[in-house]
């Protein structure tokens, strides 16, 4: 002989905890996502969530070049070099700083990063990194995880055999 258990759950109870489930999903999902991204008069990185919650994420007023990512999910900026090359009259930067996830990341490369921007909808960041006067190299990263997808030197590829992704265009 064998029992059987049988739990009844009233349909009400499985509509609110369906409504629960649903809910708690959502807010999971537009957790990272971010209404917008800037520096303050000292150079300090803030962010905004969708959810109008300001965080200040940098102290050390020395952030530029802020971008959001298409995605709304990445903020980058390159941190201000502390000394100045030889021949530039201003600092430049060798750190490109990433937030996301509520995270703070970088990625260095020197002597500078020349410039940086995001690819595939955010998902990617590249950089432009060398000297001032001469070809430098490429370099494509994973934004969340900052592992180097792809690369090449300047100097070796013409502009019209480079990958997709180097010329900026999303």
């Known amino acids: 002989m064998t029992t059987q258990n049988t739990l009844l759950i009233p349909a009400s109870l499985i509509g609110l905890l369906c409504c629960l489930t649903f809910a708690t999903a959502s807010n999971s999902i537009n957790a990272n996502k971010l209404k917008r991204a800037y520096l303050d008069d000292k150079q300090n990185v803030h962010v905004v969530t969708v959810r109008d919650h300001h965080t200040q994420i940098t102290n050390k007023r020395n952030s530029t070049e ?3 990512a298409p995605d709304n999910e990445t903020v980058a900026w390159l941190a201000i070099n502390n000394w100045i090359a030889e021949a530039d009259i201003k600092p ?3 750190k490109l700083a990433i937030y996301r996830g509520g995270k703070i990341a970088s990625i260095k490369c020197s002597p500078f990063i020349r410039d940086y921007w995001f690819w595939n ?3 990617q960041v ?3 990194c060398g000297g001032r006067h001469f070809a430098g190299r ?4 994973d934004t ?4 180097e997808v ?5 100097n070796d590829v013409p502009l019209e055999k480079r990958p997709n992704w180097s010329n900026g265009d999303n």
């Open 66 to 68: 802020l971008k959001l």
């Open 92 to 94: 430049g930067s060798e």
């Open 121 to 123: 909808d955010g998902r």
């Open 126 to 128: 590249a950089i432009d």
């Open 138 to 141: 490429e370099i494509l990263y």
């Open 144 to 147: 969340a995880t900052l592992k």
């Open 150 to 154: 792809s690369s090449f030197d300047q």
